[in-house]
């Protein structure tokens, strides 16, 4: 970079950060920076997101509402991340596909609309049979994420699994089922701290009300040249802080990353995933994976005190959400 494209990069960065606190009180704009420092600069660009205002978030067009018609701006490319964990999606939401002695079993199911085209071409591109799809593990109950799962148990008989809360969503949105991107039909209950089992891998579901009443996260172990880790996935991230939303709503997801926080500090998480890859910084650490070398550390391994550190942002975030709310009325 040139001398003066850097000093343009510095000013386009600065102005940046003004705007982002333009609209803040002195207070918030406080809480937004103690947030960032806290969280440490792993996490900058994740807290680009959740700290954002609702109008700032709008204007990024990166929320999967605002994005889901834009299937080429949209593409990701597959990648094998772990041993035994592939990356299958889109920019702004994605399915992990977690390979076992069982099958397949996939973390979410993607829109319906993009089954084909990125779902199965993705598994395909990166050397997995999708005849040997055995499962889908479904974080949420909003169709950027059991979108495809109905296919699925149309084409490859596959399991789907979800809490009862979500599966109870899914039968007042769609009480006769079968339609075009109709939810899947009624099958596996995942429940709080029960494991399921694939063969050798067992997923943890861990119940994170507050972006919908179903939500759950998962832990699962990964593996890199012959050494495991443990990784979660928090399913159900708020990436809007719409005020039209109750503060309960925020209470209640302030509880569950608390819950969150305590299952992955007990399982020593150390790796941190995501169904919205956009939100927490991963396609910077894809970038550094596909040029590591070996005896390099895995740029997706934070460590465990990173990890906490990552949940801590999202609780701090929806702290700035709220004190922005009251500051307003
Ligand atoms: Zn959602």
Same mark, same amino acid.
């Given at each position: 970079m040139t001398r003066s494209a850097a000093w343009l990069c510095a000013g386009v960065v600065a102005i940046a950060a003004a705007a982002a606190t333009a609209q803040d009180s002195p207070d918030v704009a406080s809480q937004v920076s103690a947030a960032r420092t806290q969280a440490g600069p792993e996490w900058a660009k994740a807290a680009d997101f959740f700290c954002a205002t609702e109008e700032q978030v709008a204007a990024m067009k990166i929320l999967p509402s605002a994005t889901e018609a834009d299937v080429e701006g949209q593409r990701a490319e597959p990648m094998q991340v772990f041993d035994n964990l592939y990356f299958i999606g889109q920019k702004a939401v994605t399915t992990w596909a977690l390979t076992t002695s069982q099958g397949i079993v996939l973390i979410d199911a993607g829109y319906a609309a993009r089954f084909d085209d990125t779902l199965i071409a993705g598994l395909v591109k990166v050397g997995l049979d999708p005849r040997r799809i055995r499962a889908a593990v479904i974080a949420h109950e909003h169709a950027d994420h059991y979108g495809g799962a109905r296919l699925l148990q149309q084409r490859f008989g596959t399991q789907i699994y979800m809490s009862r809360a979500a599966w109870d969503a899914l039968d007042v949105l769609d009480p006769g089922g079968g339609g075009p991107g109709a939810p899947p039909g009624r099958a596996n209950v995942i429940t709080d701290g029960q494991p399921v089992i694939f063969g050798d891998t067992l997923v943890v579901p861990v119940a994170i009300p507050?972006?919908?009443?179903g939500s759950m996260g998962f832990m699962f172990r990964v593996k890199d040249a012959g050494r495991t880790h443990m990784a979660a996935l928090f399913g159900g991230s708020i990436l809007n802080p719409q005020r039209r939303l109750p503060a309960s709503v925020y209470e209640e997801y302030l509880a569950s990353i608390q819950h969150f926080a305590n299952a992955t500090r007990r399982q020593r998480v150390d790796v941190e995933l995501l169904n919205h890859p956009i939100m927490d910084g991963l396609f910077d650490r894809l970038e550094r994976l596909k040029v590591r070398k070996e005896g390099e550390p895995h740029p997706? &391994? &934070?460590g465990e005190d990173a990890y906490q550190r990552f949940l801590g942002l999202m609780a701090d975030c929806i702290r700035v959400q709220l004190a922005r709310r009251s500051a307003s009325v």
């Open positions: 507050g972006h919908t009443p997706l &391994v &934070v």
